[in-house]
């Protein structure tokens, strides 16, 4: 999104792609394993449970925003009139909702999973069937994801970690 902030011309096609890939990937698969491991987790610590509701509503949001922004998305590549403030406004809020719920999962949610949860309720959640497999990074990429997954694959490559350099002091 950063060339769209310098009004550049955005990728439109990639970034759909991206966020169809978000949203079939964590409908199929990561949301229902999630669900699984927050009805345990709600089990084990009754007081988990507004959190839990809140995240699983969260679900809801963000796949209804993600189909917003999805449609906005496909809309400018097509080079169909839109609303830049529209398309602006549909990122933002997916994106916000997305970054917060994250945020929740990491502080709050997986740190207590971690502690409660057994490795025969972990060996439940990973039972758990996809409703499909992973389009992106999955044994079989699907054909669409082929360009984005060679694009995500060339930017590894030429990734440099950062350096502690608290080590080398």
């Known amino acids: 999104m950063c060339a769209f ?3 550049e011309q955005p990728n439109y096609g990639l970034m759909g792609m991206i966020i169809d890939y978000m949203r079939k990937y964590g ?3 990561h949301h229902p394993r999630e669900d699984v491991a927050y009805a345990l987790l709600v089990e084990r610590d009754p007081a988990m449970r507004i959190v839990v509701s809140r995240l699983l509503q969260e679900h809801r949001v963000i796949a209804a925003v993600g189909e917003e922004l999805l449609s906005r998305l496909r809309e400018a590549e097509r080079d169909v009139i839109t609303s830049r403030t529209a398309l602006e406004a549909a990122a933002a809020m997916y994106l916000a909702y997305y970054r917060n719920h994250l945020s929740t999962e990491e ?3 997986m740190p207590r999973a971690a502690r409660l949860l057994t490795e025969e309720d972990w060996a ?3 039972a758990t069937v996809p409703a499909c497999s992973d389009p992106l990074f ?3 990429v699907h054909e669409r994801f082929a360009a984005l997954r060679k694009q995500i694959d060339g930017e590894a490559s030429t990734f440099t970690p950062l350096t ?3 080590e080398s002091a």
Do not use: I, L
């Open 27 to 29: 409908d199929c698969v």
């Open 138 to 140: 999955g044994e079989n």
């Open 5 to 7: 902030y310098q009004e």
């Open 107 to 109: 502080k709050q949610v």
């Open 124 to 126: 439940e959640v990973a």
């Open 164 to 166: 502690d350099h608290r």
